[in-house]
């Protein structure tokens, strides 16, 4: 549905730009605050397709002969679980979090009980606990060996900028962003290197500097083979047909919608 409403506004806006200039002004910051949302809180993450996957593994593991709590394999399982649940069941989160840590102290495992402070970390920060959550985090980071486990650190940084985003403290949150894709960078995690990418450029697009969002939205596009489908390359193609839309150039961002 919203394809389509993109899809006639650039349709009345190139039949008629004069008349409807206004029309362009008027849904501009409405349309840019949805996708700044939905980017940032669907698009940036697993998509729910990937839950019922460590579900599965989760009984496979309960239901073995040899099967053990505190096995470093089972504790992960519930922390990648965790985070899969991230803006979908909160609930879930902290249950499952809390199961983490508290068999990862048991074991005195390092990986474990830090994963399982961040994604309690992210429960709170969709509580709207948001002070609370950026403490989390800032304690994790002071604990967490960066060149040990740099995916978790990618991980962390990416949370700190939503969670500087949502206090308005625009300059971390980039800094924060620009730090999650160095790492993800130093990993060469595709995945994350797009997600990342598509962060940046939704907080210039938020703050409407649009030549700086094109950049990163373009850089998160190219990492894509041309035939690609993909819920996030879809994410980043109609954010650009946006923003081409914004420089007046229809034709572009018609092409992108199709």
């Not at 019922?52 to 593991?61: A, D, N, Q, V, W």
């Not at 572009?252 to 199709?258: C, T, V």
């Amino acid at each position: 549905m919203i394809f389509n409403y993109f899809r006639s506004i650039i349709l009345r806006l190139s039949s008629k730009p004069i008349a409807l200039i206004s029309d362009l002004s008027m849904i501009s910051k409405k349309i840019v605050s949805f996708w700044s949302i939905f980017l940032l809180y669907t698009l940036v993450y697993p998509q729910t397709n990937n839950i019922s996957y460590f579900k599965r593994e989760l009984i496979t593991k309960k239901t073995a002969h040899s099967f053990s709590a505190k096995d470093t394999s089972y504790i992960n399982l519930l922390n990648s679980l965790a985070f899969k649940y991230k803006h979908i069941k909160t609930d879930t989160i902290v249950i499952l979090a809390r199961e983490a840590l508290e068999l990862s102290k048991s074991i005195d495992y390092e990986m474990g009980i830090l994963e399982a402070l961040s994604n309690l970390a992210v429960y709170n920060l969709n509580q709207g606990n948001v002070e609370e959550s950026l403490a989390q985090n800032e304690q994790i980071l002071g604990k967490l060996n960066i060149k040990k486990f740099p995916t978790l650190g990618a991980n962390v940084y990416n949370v700190l900028a939503e969670t500087y985003f949502r206090l308005g403290n625009y300059p971390e949150a980039y800094k924060h962003g620009q730090q999650s894709l160095l790492l993800a960078e130093q990993v060469n995690d595709v995945e994350l290197i797009r997600k990342f990418n598509s962060n940046l450029g939704t907080l210039f697009c938020f703050l409407e500097d649009y030549d700086e969002a094109l950049k990163f939205y373009e850089i998160a596009l190219d990492s894509f083979d041309k035939n690609e489908e993909n819920y996030t390359k879809g994410g980043i193609l109609i954010n650009l047909a946006y923003l081409y839309m914004d420089k007046k150039n229809y034709d572009k961002a018609l092409k992108l919608l199709d």
